[in-house]
């Protein structure tokens, strides 16, 4: 006899695994309780009515302990194909969605260009807060070009397309 999870049975004030045929007449007896009181039928007494009176549902009930496809469950297995599926696609459409934090460059690293291998220039030290032109401020780095010169550059840039 199986284990009545769901309480269908007891809506229907029936034993687990009662036959189809019992399943119909105690539903029978609660409609015309129903319609003797005025009182609209309960849904959840309807469900199992629904459950239990289907030979295929009823045998997957009683074969599932009464576990069978739980609406919430359902919903909850929906919700998490669909987070998935939205963080694919953010990570296609966004190619860096997924991607770990980049390390910043200590002073004296040298930066090499990621695809290439060319040698872009030496860090001279990093800035929190540089202030660039036309009044931006983000973290920046001081790099010594093989030229000699120090230019400024933002450490975003620096950090996506440079390796040590």
Not at 4 to 9: I, K, Q, S, V, W
Not at 11 to 34: C, D
Not at 65 to 72: H, I, L, Q, V, Y
Request: charged share 25%; net charge positive.
């Amino acid at each position: 006899m199986a284990h009545d999870a769901r309480g269908y049975y007891k809506l229907l004030n029936l034993e687990p695994g009662s036959g189809i045929e019992e399943v119909r007449l105690a539903y029978g007896f609660l409609k015309y309780a129903w319609e003797k009181d005025g009182s609209a039928p309960h849904r959840k007494v309807s469900e199992a009515h629904a459950c239990l009176g289907d030979r295929k549902r009823k045998a997957l009930y009683d074969a599932q302990r009464g576990d069978m496809a739980d609406p919430a469950r359902y919903r909850m297995f929906v919700y998490t194909v669909l987070l998935v599926v939205l963080i694919a696609f953010a990570a296609l459409v966004f190619p860096g969605f997924l991607k770990p934090s980049l390390k910043p460059f200590g002073s004296g690293d040298r930066l090499n260009r990621t695809s290439t291998g060319f040698f872009f220039g030496e860090v001279v030290r990093r800035e929190q807060s540089h202030k660039f032109p036309k009044g931006q401020t983000y973290p920046g780095y001081l790099v010594r070009l093989p030229d000699g010169e120090q230019r400024w550059y933002p450490a975003s840039d620096l950090e996506r397309h440079f390796h040590k």
